[in-house]
């Protein structure tokens, strides 16, 4: 197996990546799905959160759970393709839900608001389907994975107006301090992707040294955001120990205890079962 880039030094004990697209990342970096997931658990990223943003790929994702013990799925619309669908909102949640009652799925997302794709005018079908995402996390008693991209004020509105569901997940949280004290404050996970290590990412930094130890993630979302020293290359889970280090020094936690917590928080954010078989 070729990697596209040189793995990192492995990590002193498994982490999970909560976040990424293994279809899409195979596509970028010519690794099979099983090779990229040998990759990983070579520098001691033990298992992945698979996440769908559309039907079909919701599907893949719930495939490769069933298939991979490595691999946990997240069902959802994403924001930016919520908008302008030939089916029905009502009919993407009802097959969402069919797909969610599958044991491996562990989460609805990622779903949430973009306010950097998507115009004002479909801004209103972004929150609509946000709105019956959050719902149906809540009646299915799963996690809630969101994606906001420059729209914190309308997210943080939603969840006022709504009954959360227990667990929430803002996937590549973006805020500042206050916003990741606010976050905590409510209880939510905040989940840090390879922008920790940008050179221009200070404020996101400074978000994570705020957040309670017991609430921190980390993640990919490859095959996108590509960790220092690697920025610009397609990501992949393998490369995600550049993204635990920075956080242990940001947190000023030591790396084997950061691993640690990290395994452990991913486990609860998505209330993993012993019965669900997963390896990671």
């Known amino acids: 197996m070729t990697l596209p880039v040189a793995p990192p030094e492995p990590l002193p004990g498994p982490v999970i990546d909560s976040h990424c697209h293994l279809d899409i990342t195979t596509e970028y970096s010519g690794l099979t799905v099983g090779e990229a997931l040998a990759a990983a658990a070579d520098v001691g990223v033990s298992g992945v959160v698979q996440v769908g943003v559309d039907l079909e790929s919701s599907q893949r994702a719930v495939d490769l759970a069933q298939k991979h013990s490595q691999v946990l799925a997240a069902v959802a619309l994403h924001p930016n393709e919520a908008p302008g669908r030939s089916t029905s909102l009502d009919e993407d949640m009802a097959a969402l839900e069919r797909m ?107 978000a994570a040294a705020v957040v309670p130890p017991e609430q921190l993630l980390v993640e990919t979302d490859a095959p996108f955001l590509t960790p ?10 393998y490369l995600m120990p550049w993204t635990v280090r920075r956080l242990a020094e940001v947190t000023d936690i030591d790396l084997p205890r950061m691993c640690s917590l990290l395994r452990t928080n991913t486990l609860t954010a998505f209330a993993v079962r012993p019965d669900q078989g997963f390896t990671g």
């Open 100 to 206: 969610a009652t599958h044991p491996q799925v562990v989460a609805i997302g990622e779903t949430g608001l973009d306010h950097y794709r998507t115009g004002p005018d479909a801004r209103p079908a972004q929150e609509a389907a946000f709105r019956e995402h959050l719902r149906l996390a809540r009646r299915l008693g799963l996690a809630l994975v969101i994606h906001d991209r420059d729209a914190h004020e309308d997210i943080l509105r939603v969840l006022a107006d709504e009954d959360v569901p227990d667990r929430v997940v803002f996937h590549c949280f973006s805020g500042d301090a206050d916003m990741a004290r606010f976050c905590a404050d409510a209880g939510w996970f905040l989940s840090f992707p390879g922008v920790l290590t940008f050179k221009n990412a200070q404020s996101l930094r400074e």
């Open 228 to 237: 220092t020293p690697h920025r610009g290359q397609p990501n992949a889970s």
